[in-house]
T-cell receptor, first 115, second 118 residues
Framework: GQSLEQPSEVTAVEGAIVQINCTYQ??????LSWYQQHDGGAPTFLSY????GLEETGRFSSFLSRSDSYGYLLLQELQMKDSASYFC????????????????FGSGTQLTVLP | NAGVTQTPKFQVLKTGQSMTLQCAQD?????MYWYRQDPGMGLRLIYY???????DKGEVPNGYNVSRLNKREFSLRLESAAPSQTSVYFC?????????????????FGEGSRLTVL
């Protein structure tokens, strides 16, 4: 089976830095993705790590350590609009050459940014 | 550019009724997916389709059927709805990774279909 663990809630103030951790136990691993979802909205892609190390996209960074089955999303200079749910998702290898790769999601972390 | 379009956005059914959720994408993506989202449980994969003419079961396929009508459209059918199928359903699409490529596998989601089964 697949298991992804992330904190259910995180609270921080505007301008601060917050880190959302994700640990995973999956049958196969191809990469770790992060998605953002505002209340009532569609999930949107934030970042992807296929290899170990840090990926930076503006105020957001994501890190992966495959040997530790661990990754995190780092949000800097927090803004009120960053209040949302954040999901880590493991990209699994394709079951066959003609199959698509599945994406298995964690339960999500609700980030609340306070003024 | 519409992206991924789902219909209907809201639906209320009685137990035992059937219905089909429609999904269409205009990004020429090969792969399409159906997820359900329940409070506190994240997104769980119901079915997916690597390409036109192929479908595969995901994590929670029981009670559902799918049809990949063509490259653009992927529908989800509930033959006999149950209260346990009350959820928000998301359709998504992605590019198929080319041989040797290392794409992100980014999923593009529709706005969701909110289904209540009484």
């Amino acid at each position: 089976g697949q298991s992804l663990e992330q904190p259910s809630e995180v609270t921080a103030v505007e301008g601060a830095i917050v880190q959302i951790n994700c640990t995973y136990q999956t049958s196969g691993f191809y990469g770790l993705s992060w998605y953002q979802q505002h209340d009532g909205g569609a999930p949107t892609f934030l970042s992807y790590n296929g290899l170990d190390g840090l990926e930076e996209t503006g105020r957001f960074s994501s890190f992966l350590s495959r040997s530790d089955s661990y990754g995190y999303l780092l949000l800097q200079e927090l803004q009120m609009k960053d209040s949302a749910s954040y999901f880590c998702a493991v990209r699994l290898p394709a079951l066959s050459s003609g199959s698509a790769r599945q994406l298995t999601f964690g339960s999500g972390t609700q980030l609340t940014v306070l003024p | 550019n519409a992206g991924v379009t789902q219909t209907p956005k809201f639906q209320v059914l009685k137990t035992g009724q059937s219905m089909t959720l429609q999904c269409a994408q205009d990004m020429n993506h090969n792969s399409m997916y159906w997820y359900r989202q329940d409070p506190g449980m994240g997104l769980r994969l119901i079915y997916y389709s690597a390409s036109e003419g192929t479908t595969d079961k995901g994590e929670v396929p029981n009670g559902y059927n799918v049809s990949r009508l063509n490259k653009r459209e992927f529908s989800l059918r509930l033959e006999s709805a149950a209260p346990s199928q009350t959820s928000v359903y998301f359709c998504a699409s992605s590019e198929r990774r080319l041989a040797g490529g290392r794409g992100t596998g980014e999923l593009f989601f529709g706005e969701g279909s909110r289904l209540t089964v009484l």
